[in-house]
């Protein structure tokens, strides 16, 4: 090796000489660092500063906001369904298009598929129940659930809420009865995810008011009570009528005959005053006249919500003009706080 490579060789020995003292040092302190770290789990839990800064950094703070990050991170739970009165109304504004619909008219069908379709939209299993209505003509009523048949069901008991969907000559009816059929069906959508120890089945009869002139006889429901066996009759919990409930002028009449158990009734009552619903009892069109007497002759409690009084009943003004939004959601509201104080 010539003079200048033994030159060059001790400046890299120089150089490497360093690393060679100082390396096993920094190895141990990392060492000693990770094993303060293992065996010392008290002292880990101490706070600690952090040089430049004014603040303590505690690890167990940082633990908690960890797992306090972690809960908020996780999905959150579906929030509670509202009925909501804007959709209701646009549900009334939706019948009322299809005209006045005189039991087994054009008109009526027109109604029926729309209503058939917005349930099956909601997921719900429809079927058409039909029967001959007093006029002489074809009618229907119609069914839904939730597809389990819980009629049919042994083991379980349902709830029946329900409205006519039929009109006399000469009015569209947007009270009587678009308001209740729209209730009817945004309670469908608004209870569909509900966690009920029961089943509800929707119905929506035809000829409430193609009837004779002692209005005593409601065919549609009628039909209806007449095709549900024994057993399923003493399964059902009761039957909510809904007929008349969209215009605000007079105040809501909530009542029946007093025919069978008044626990619906009871319940309704004592909701709708911790609500602070005003309510007229047991008076009013709806409910001395309608489907709800049907199942109440053959001994089904009952609750009956409609009109105090209503002006335009069975005439031309009887119009979407006459209807609230904020009345459907009152009372849609309120069935919806009853279905679920059932058995609660």
């Keep these: 090796m010539g003079k200048h490579g033994r030159k060059h060789d001790r400046r890299k020995h120089r150089r490497l000489l360093p690393l060679w003292i100082w390396a096993p040092v920094v190895v141990s302190i990392i060492a000693s660092a990770y094993s303060w770290m293992i065996f010392a789990p008290q002292a880990s839990r101490e706070p600690f500063p952090v040089k430049g800064f004014s603040a303590r950094v505690d690890l167990t703070e940082l633990s908690e906001a960890s797992a306090t990050f972690a809960r908020v991170a996780e999905p959150a739970a579906p929030a509670q369904l509202k009925f909501d009165g804007r959709r209701a109304f646009d549900r009334v504004k939706k019948v009322v298009e299809s005209g006045p619909r005189v039991a087994g008219s054009l008109e009526e069908g027109l109604a029926a598929d729309y209503l058939e379709l917005t349930l099956r939209e909601l997921g719900y299993s429809v079927d058409r129940q039909d029967f001959r209505a007093p006029n002489g003509r074809a009618a229907s009523n119609i069914i839904a659930d939730s597809g389990g048949e819980p009629i049919r069901n042994p083991r379980r008991r349902w709830l029946a809420i329900g409205a006519h969907y039929d009109t006399v000559a000469g009015t569209v009816g947007a009270n009587d009865n678009a308001s209740g059929v729209a209730t009817v069906v945004e309670l469908a959508e608004t209870l569909r995810s509900s966690d009920l120890p029961f089943d509800i089945i929707y119905l929506l009869f035809s000829s409430e008011e193609d009837q004779n002139p002692a209005r005593d006889s409601y065919a549609g429901s009628e039909t209806y009570i007449a095709r549900i066996d024994a057993d399923a009759k003493e399964r059902l919990i009761g039957y909510i009528n ?95 706080a009853i279905v679920r104080g059932i058995d609660r």
């Design 242 to 336: 809904i007929d008349m409930v969209g215009w605000p002028g007079a105040g809501h009449s909530v009542g029946n005959l007093k025919l069978a158990d008044q626990h619906l009734y009871n319940l309704s009552v004592e909701l709708a005053e911790q609500r602070g619903v005003s309510i007229v009892k047991n008076t009013g069109y709806s409910v001395r006249k309608s489907d709800h007497q049907s199942f109440e002759r053959a001994g089904i409690p009952t609750v009956s919500f409609g009109a105090a009084d209503y002006p335009y009943h069975h005439k031309p003004q009887d119009d979407l003009s006459k209807i609230s939004a904020a009345s459907l959601e009152i009372i849609g509201g309120l069935i919806t």
